[in-house]
């Protein structure tokens, strides 16, 4: 078994503590590399690592030198796709088929096309509030409430309180990680 780079953990754990925790659907963020066939082998390793507590990690988009990284919780991204009101949403994007494996094929080509805007739709997979991901898009990022880990165009003072938890969480699982425990203890079971 190829041995997991501590760069793509402590990626994983600075940016993704919250849905490692199992408080919040995904998280996303860039990872810098120098071969893209070790980051393969790497993602291979934390899945093998991840898999079986319900957190899959996958790449979503290859730049020259970065890699677009989304965790995500399998029942978190199922149960959010169901829901009547991203179907609504996601089907003014192309979004036919709501499983997770089409969704995530089709959000990837939708990053892949140099022609469009980034695709704000990409708040749904991340787990933000419905009204906050309709707010921005019909905002086109403008006039928000407040803005944290997103921006809040529903209540801000719970999306506070949650911006709060989640800060709380990184920081924990930050420090827990500098101190030596692993990744894999750190993924609570789904």
Known sequence: MPMVNNSLEKGIVSHCAPTLAGMKTAGLFRHFYQDRSHVMDELDGVNRLLNGRGVYVEIL??????????????????????RQEVIDLLSEYGYQDMSVEACILHLKTRLLDEH?????????????????????????????????????????????????????????YQHCFSCGRALVQMTVCA
């Open 61 to 82: 988009r290859w730049d020259e030198k970065a890699a677009l990284v989304y965790v995500y919780r399998l029942s978190h991204l199922r149960e959010t796709l169901i």
């Open 116 to 172: 469009s805007c980034f695709p704000h739709e990409i708040g749904v997979f991340l787990g933000y509030p419905m009204k906050d991901v309709r707010g921005f898009i019909e905002n086109k990022g403008e006039n928000c409430k407040c803005c944290g880990m997103w921006k809040v165009y529903g209540d801000e003072k719970e999306e506070e309180k949650l911006f709060c938890k989640y800060k709380k969480c990184a920081e924990i």
